[in-house]
């Protein structure tokens, strides 16, 4: 139940008080009646600050809101600029989320994988600027920056000859600046064209001149080829705010502060101390300001005295001389105010106060904390594939499909980006139970190779490169491998000489072939005295016996010619029954024998 309102009674509730009290005590009820059952806090009375209303906080895309966050923009550029707790901010966290930005294609096909990495490689690192400036690296890690630092930012991909390149466009280039607030309608906000479905269909570019005097519209981008990176807070949400917005009134206060304390530390510094007289009212005398003969004065008139090193000063009768305790800046109060600002700052940045001050690191909420960074960072490296890297790889492994770069490949699109190593505040603790996971399968080393910034193919390979070099090495110069590398292949020479004897072809027998031997020993027997072609018993061996084909070839002999002349029929001369011998031979003819082919 909600507290009754403290609100005083109105020049109305008085007057009625004065001619019925009754009445008045009811109007009171009844006024405390209606918010007993509410939220306190939509009722925040006279003593503190409202909301403002439907009218500041309904849309997300209203004409106000738009010109807040052009303001917040150019603020938040000026703290980049000027303060080191905000520049700190922006670069640890674009170095840890954009370190290393490289794509591992996962088609299924590793010659066609490898194919395109290597494309997209080379396309990264020496196509991707339109300005030749800068590789997609680089490129990525300063439009994630800006994206922070202004709310978003855009990659518009151009068509350059046969190349695609990229055009980066800083958020106060997408629409004019000076008339958010002027031209926004149902189908146009900030600079982005929409259907009726609220879909962006274009975006309106524009360049200025090098006084940052003018915006002039340079071109309207198909929204097919621009590729908008923010972090928006509501789905109706299309031009997103800096993300310092929150804590901009915070950090401008703390870098107003450290100069006003860094000017009384150093106004205290520069005086050693002051003169002081007996009587300060006396207008002439011993001890009076009327006595002070310099001519050195401030700008009120005041006598002063120049500082100078290793200077006597000679003191008149009833003067003393009082030293400043300029030790004593800063003050505790001053630095626990930065403490303060700087946990307030880092709540309103999502990120834990160790962050920027590495010396709250420690004990059992370290893992916690490095945790809570390692969630932040995945979040912004999830909207970076999604928002960019996915639809600008897709379209640069098109436009090599289309050159004949690369052969079509219904799974081109299969594939993950990898990011660097991931945050870790005790690497020997995430490798211990990383490996516990890989052992009882519930990591895959993929994914452990994946979060240490590596590829895990690319890693396989040259960890064989290696063990190739180490073993030809060794055997080179006759030495095992166990007295190069004992820990990493205890066991190195046995393996090699089992995996050397198994690579060796082993002769096959027909006593390997089981019962049928005695059938198959026939076989070979005929095909070897030439009574049946070599390829018929090759064929037999392969279809009725199901013997692998090799094996088959390895088995069947050649066909020896002297067993076929053996095996040839009498010659017709001989005592068989053959036909006579024609009349006029005396002798009969010897058989023809090669005889340059030994038995």
Not at 219 to 225: E, P, S, V, Y
Not at 310 to 324: A, G, Q, Y
């Amino acid at each position: 139940m909600a507290a009754p309102t403290n609100s005083k009674p109105s020049l109305l509730d008085r007057a009625i008080a004065v001619v019925s009290p009754t009445l008045a005590l009811e109007r009171a009820d009844a006024r405390s009646r209606l918010v007993m059952f509410g939220y306190d806090a939509a009722h925040p009375g006279v003593k503190r600050g409202g909301s403002g209303g439907m009218s500041k906080n309904s849309g997300s895309e209203s004409p106000k809101m738009a010109m807040d966050r052009v303001k917040l923009m150019w603020e938040a550029r000026d703290l980049e600029r000027n303060m080191p707790v905000i520049r700190c901010y922006l670069d640890r966290t674009a170095q840890y989320v954009t370190s290393q930005v490289l794509y591992q294609s996962q088609t299924g096909d590793p010659q066609w994988d490898s194919l395109a990495e290597g494309i997209l490689q080379r396309w990264m690192q020496d196509d991707a600027d339109i300005t030749g400036r800068r590789n997609f690296r680089m490129l990525v890690e300063m439009g994630f920056r800006s994206m922070l630092r202004d709310g978003d930012f855009g990659f518009h991909l151009v068509r350059n000859g046969p190349k695609l390149q990229i055009q980066c466009i800083e958020s106060d280039r997408i629409g004019d600046p000076n008339k958010v607030a002027a031209f926004t309608t149902e189908h146009y906000v900030q600079g982005i064209h929409l259907n009726d479905f609220g879909m962006p269909t274009g975006y309106d570019l524009y360049k200025r001149d090098r006084r940052c005097a003018r915006y002039e519209f340079e071109i309207k981008a198909d929204a097919k080829n621009f590729f908008l990176l923010s972090k928006p807070l509501r789905t109706d949400e299309y031009r997103s705010v800096s993300v310092l917005a929150p804590i901009v009134a915070q950090a401008r206060d703390l870098y107003e502060m450290f100069a006003f304390e860094r000017g009384a530390a150093k106004w205290a510094a520069s005086h050693a101390g002051v003169i002081r007289v007996a009587d300060p009212l006396a207008k002439s005398g011993a001890g009076s300001a009327g006595l002070w003969d310099g001519t050195s004065t401030d700008s009120k008139g005041n006598p002063t005295e120049v500082i100078e090193a290793s200077k006597l000063l000679r003191l008149r009768p009833n003067e003393d001389v009082t030293s400043f305790a300029s030790g004593s800046r800063a003050a505790g109060a001053f630095m626990q105010y930065v403490e303060v600002a700087l946990r307030d700052i880092a709540m309103g940045l999502n990120t834990p106060y160790g962050f920027f001050n590495m010396s709250q690191f420690g004990g059992a909420t370290v893992r916690l904390e490095a945790m809570q960074l390692q969630r932040t960072f995945a979040r912004y490296q999830e909207l970076l594939t999604s928002s960019v890297l996915e639809k600008i790889k897709d379209k640069v492994l098109q436009n090599a499909i289309a050159l004949g770069q690369l052969p079509p490949n219904p799974n081109y699109r299969q594939g993950r980006w990898q990011f660097g190593k991931h945050l870790t505040a005790d690497t020997g603790y995430d490798t211990t139970a990383n490996l516990e996971l890989l052992r009882n399968g519930l990591k895959t080393a993929s994914t452990i190779a994946g979060e240490e910034g590596y590829d895990f193919e690319d890693m396989v390979d040259a960890q064989i490169r290696e063990a190739i070099t180490i073993r030809d090495k060794c055997a080179a110069a006759g030495v095992p491998v166990e007295m190069i590398a004992a820990d990493r292949y205890p066991d190195a020479t046995n393996q090699l000489a089992a995996a050397s004897e198994a690579m060796q072809p082993q002769a096959t027998t027909v006593q390997d072939l089981g019962p049928n031997a005695k059938v198959l020993t026939d076989l070979l027997e005929k095909v070897a005295a030439g009574l049946l072609p070599r390829e018929e018993a090759v064929a037999l061996l392969v279809e009725v016996f199901e013997i692998d084909p090799a094996t088959a070839e390895a088995i069947v002999p050649e066909v020896q010619p002297i067993a076929v002349e053996a095996n040839k029929p009498a010659p017709s001369w001989g005592g068989g029954g053959g036909k006579p011998k024609p009349a006029g031979e005396d002798k009969p003819e010897a058989p023809k024998v090669d005889s340059s082919k030994k038995p």
